[in-house]
């Protein structure tokens, strides 16, 4: 498969050189300081407190070139906009792997409605210096799958051919008839629990603030309750339905866990508020603007 990479962070990186590995025609876009550091040393890979740091000689590109059987992004919210300019010209399907609650069709207006697909990294990780360091347990083939999804929720050939490629790379991978219904749901629980994490300046502060547990729930509830679907995976349903003290309890155990300290959730930077408040503009926007 020949493959453009776009978005060399945490996840791009981990994917690209995962698929790099696995035999595929890879090439990742990065540009300025990580273009620079990708070209010196390729994707460097470590666990999260390991001493060991493993070099992948994935290609790296500036631009696009060309087609490609299939184009994966990994970019965040905000960041959309100009992707989508910088590939309308460019061949190839392309499955958007980030928080999107806008649904398909803003994609598809720029792209081709035919080119899109929509799906989510089940990975995780921070940037130390030019090192992708990742959980072991939450590491690209961890038992959570990566869910992938056309948008109009059928079982097609070219979502076949993407899961069973993506697994055969040890990639985990599942399709996911109700992808934007997923979307929207993991955006109206994430929302809430990051932007009062920045608010609070960090998951164990937030922890630590029952009042603000409490204040993020009702928002996550809100927005559960006035998704025109039901929520996907359905168990987010419980965030309505169990009584608001036993789910403070619970979210706040969570806060403290080392899933929450070690994850995104710690990144407190201006790109990560940006990126909850286009997530926040979508979600608000009446279903006909989306």
Same mark, same amino acid.
């Given at each position: 498969?020949?493959?453009? @990479?776009?978005?060399?962070?945490?996840?791009?990186?981990?994917?690209?050189?995962?698929?790099?590995?696995?035999?595929?025609?890879?090439? $990742?876009? #990065?540009?300025?300081?990580?273009?620079?550091?990708?070209?010196?040393? %390729?994707?460097?890979?470590?666990?999260?407190? %390991?001493?060991? @740091?493993?070099?992948? &000689?994935?290609?790296?590109?500036?631009?696009?070139?060309?087609?490609?059987? $299939?184009?994966?992004?990994?970019?965040? *919210?905000?960041?959309?906009?100009? @992707?989508?300019?910088? +590939?309308?010209?460019?061949?190839?399907?392309?499955?958007?792997? =980030?928080?999107?609650?806008?649904?398909?069709?803003?994609?598809?207006?720029?792209?081709?409605?035919?080119?899109?697909?929509?799906?989510?990294?089940?990975?995780?990780?921070?940037?130390?210096?030019?090192?992708?360091?990742?959980?072991?347990?939450?590491?690209?083939?961890?038992?959570?799958? *990566? &869910?992938?999804?056309?948008?109009?929720?059928?079982?097609?050939?070219?979502?076949?051919?993407?899961?069973?490629?993506?697994?055969?790379?040890?990639?985990?991978?599942?399709?996911?008839?109700?992808?934007?219904?997923? +979307?929207?749901?993991?955006?109206?629980?994430?929302?809430?629990?990051?932007? /009062?994490?920045?608010?609070?300046?960090?998951?164990?502060?937030? #922890?630590?603030?029952?009042?603000?547990?409490?204040?993020?729930?009702?928002?996550?509830?809100?927005? =559960? /309750?006035?998704?025109?679907?039901?929520? @996907?995976?359905?168990?987010?349903?419980? +965030?309505?339905?169990?009584?608001?003290?036993?789910?403070? *309890?619970?979210?706040?155990?969570?806060?403290?866990?080392?899933?929450?300290?070690?994850?995104?959730?710690?990144? =407190?930077?201006?790109?990560?508020?940006?990126?909850?408040?286009? =997530?926040?503009?979508?979600?608000?926007?009446?279903?006909?603007?989306?």
């Amino acid at each position: 498969m020949k493959l453009l @990479v776009y978005g060399a962070g945490v996840c791009g990186s981990l994917f690209a050189a995962r698929m790099h590995e696995a035999g595929h025609d890879v090439s $990742l876009l #990065a540009r300025g300081e990580r273009l620079t550091a990708l070209r010196r040393h %390729g994707v460097r890979l470590a666990e999260e407190d %390991g001493p060991a @740091v493993k070099r992948v &000689p994935v290609p790296v590109v500036e631009h696009p070139d060309g087609g490609y059987d $299939l184009i994966t992004v990994f970019v965040r *919210t905000h960041q959309v906009d100009a @992707v989508l300019e910088s +590939l309308a010209g460019v061949r190839g399907d392309v499955l958007f792997l =980030l928080n999107w609650a806008a649904g398909p069709e803003t994609l598809g207006a720029v792209l081709g409605q035919e080119r899109v697909l929509l799906g989510f990294p089940a990975t995780g990780g921070t940037m130390d210096g030019d090192v992708v360091r990742y959980r072991k347990s939450n590491s690209i083939t961890r038992r959570v799958a *990566t &869910p992938v999804g056309e948008p109009d929720g059928r079982a097609t050939p070219r979502l076949e051919r993407i899961v069973e490629t993506f697994r055969t790379a040890g990639i985990n991978a599942k399709a996911e008839p109700r992808m934007d219904a997923w +979307l929207r749901t993991h955006a109206a629980f994430e929302v809430p629990l990051g932007q /009062a994490v920045h608010a609070a300046g960090g998951p164990l502060v937030l #922890a630590d603030d029952p009042d603000a547990v409490r204040a993020m729930l009702h928002l996550i509830r809100q927005n =559960l /309750a006035a998704m025109e679907t039901p929520p @996907v995976p359905h168990a987010f349903a419980a +965030l309505r339905a169990l009584p608001q003290g036993l789910l403070v *309890t619970v979210l706040r155990r969570f806060l403290k866990s080392p899933t929450a300290v070690h994850s995104g959730l710690n990144d =407190l930077s201006p790109a990560t508020a940006a990126e909850l408040e286009r =997530l926040a503009e979508q979600l608000r926007a009446p279903a006909g603007a989306r």
